[in-house]
Each structure stands twice: as C-alpha cells, then as structure tokens.
C-alpha cells in the first residue's frame, strides 16, 4: 500500500497498461481513491467508507469508471443528507503538458483543510503514469479531525482544444460526515462496519498525517 508519511511518498503507482487486471481503474480515464488521517489500531471510518464504495463501484464492470456512477455512489453515504453538498462545473483550458498537474489541482482545490501541498505531488505523478487521461474521478476521504469525515468527488472530463490546449470540464461533490452525532455514528457502524481498509491497490493512497 502506498504511504505518505508528512507529503513523502512511498511506493507511487506504475504504470499499467489497458487489458491488465492489476489496477481497475487505469486506462484513458483514471481513478483514484485518498484517504487522509492519523495512524490507528482499527480501520478509520474513512477506510471503512472508501473500501464500501470501491466494491461497489468493481459490482458493474462497465461503468467502474463512468463519473454518474461515482457520483451515485458517494451519495449513497447516509449521513450525507444532513450535511451541506456542493456541486459545480468549471471549465478551464491549460498547455497540453500541464495536463496532469491541472487535473491534480483541481482535485485539491475542492478538498481543503491545508492539504494541497501533501495531496498535488502523489496525485500529479499518479496521472502522470497514464500519459494524457481523457478523463479523471478523483475522491477524497479526509478523517484528519477524529469527529468528522469530510467527503470530496472530483470528476473530470478533459476535450482536446485548439493549438494542443485541453479543456477541462470539473464537476465537485462536497459533504460532512459528523461523526459526534450519535445517529450518524450508529449508521455508520452499520452500513460500513464489516468494511476493512481497502487493500494494496494500486488506485488507493493513504496519506497520515
């Protein structure tokens, strides 16, 4: 599994070719699953929710990496109908071989709390490894506040301008888990208990702060 231990990576992804079976989620459009939070003895609640979404993502082969389906997926998290969802759509054209480091910024962009330092370096090389992605789902799950798991999507879909220029179309899904409430908790637990950390793949980075 792939650490970062104060924004120093370990371990970053290799590129791997479309037809292979090693990571699901790399080929012309990527994907890439980020846990951000302190060591412990059990599975963070984070864990438990990103490993819950990446099997539910693997159950339909041929929409794993279709943005809708992300989307429908992070929303399928309970506590998020008490908490606040944002979601826009950006357009921004960049110099074709800034393309890997747009699209990791954008991503960071949405997800906040000081971590775009730690976060641009392992996602920019992670796209980096699929030469120019025509497309990139990017979520977040940052549990560096033991109370709360803040959820961030990216989705990204990348147009060929003019003059070799990209336009990137960004649409973000943002919401709170507050895990001091008592009712989240309790769903929580039970929706996402029997969830274990998501294994060494190579689309999953952990990042511990």
């Known amino acids: 599994m792939r650490k970062l231990y104060r924004g120093v ?5 290799i ?11 790399a080929k012309t459009i ?18 438990r929710i990103c490993s819950a979404l990446i099997q539910k993502l693997l159950e339909d082969p041929s929409r794993k990496l279709d943005p809708g389906t992300w989307q429908n997926a992070v929303q399928m998290v309970p506590s998020q109908v008490e908490s606040a969802i944002i979601s826009q759509t950006l357009n921004r054209t ?5 393309l890997p480091g747009a699209l990791a910024s954008i ?11 730690i976060l641009t370096k392992p996602i920019t090389s992670y796209l980096s490894e699929h030469g120019e992605p025509t497309a990139f789902n990017c979520l977040v799950l940052d549990q560096t506040d033991a109370a709360e798991v803040h959820v961030s999507l990216t989705c990204q879909n990348v147009k060929e301008g003019h003059s070799g220029d990209f336009s990137i179309a960004s649409t ?3 919401a709170s888990l507050a895990l001091s409430n008592k ?13 274990d950390t998501p294994g060494d793949e190579p689309f999953y980075l952990r990042i511990f702060t």
């Not at 990527?30 to 864990?47: H, N, Q, R, T, Y």
């Not at 991503?107 to 330092?117: E, T, Y």
């Open 9 to 13: 990576a370990v371990g970053l992804p």
């Open 15 to 25: 590129p791997i070719q479309e037809g292979t079976d090693m990571n699901k989620f």
């Open 30 to 47: 990527a994907g890439l699953f980020v846990v951000i939070g302190p060591k412990s003895d059990s599975p963070l609640e984070a864990e």
């Open 94 to 98: 960049i110099p074709v071989g800034d």
């Open 107 to 117: 991503c960071v962009g949405v997800v906040g709390g000081g971590h775009a330092p």
């Open 172 to 174: 973000q899904l943002s």
């Open 183 to 195: 009712r989240t908790q309790t769903i929580i637990t039970k929706v996402f208990g029997s969830f």
